[in-house]
Nanobody
């Protein structure tokens, strides 16, 4: 059972940047693709970004392309989501997830989930 713990959320103004971190309880670098999802109030949870277990492949949802970056530090069992040029539409609870593949994450099929971290962007 892999446990995931997110951190780094907060309240920022539009245009600001944040970096979220997700620490896994055990090494995932050679086993799981890692990803980020978000859920805004009154909306369904949506896929945001994913990185393959090798780190060679990344995928992003269209609204965050060019603004968000995903990376991983295998030595620290940590995956990051760097969010730049934040706008109020990015306000949501952000969740980290692990799955067998990037495709599984894009399909919303995470094997393990974190508890979420709140990101609020004011205008």
């Amino acid at each position: 059972q892999v446990q995931l713990v997110e951190s780094g959320g907060g309240l920022v103004q539009a245009g600001a940047s944040l970096r979220l971190a997700c620490v896994a309880s055990e090494p995932t670098s050679s086993t799981y693709a890692m990803g980020w999802f978000r859920q805004a109030p009154g909306k369904e949870r949506e896929f945001v970004a994913a990185i393959s277990w090798s780190g060679w492949s990344t995928e992003f949802v269209e609204p965050v392309k060019g603004r968000f970056a995903i990376s991983k530090d295998n030595a620290k069992n940590t995956v990051y989501l760097r969010m730049n040029s934040l706008n109020p539409e990015d306000t949501a609870v952000y969740y980290c997830a692990a799955a067998a593949s990037v495709a599984a994450l894009q399909g919303g099929r995470g094997d393990y989930w974190g508890q979420g971290t709140q990101v609020t962007v004011s205008s």
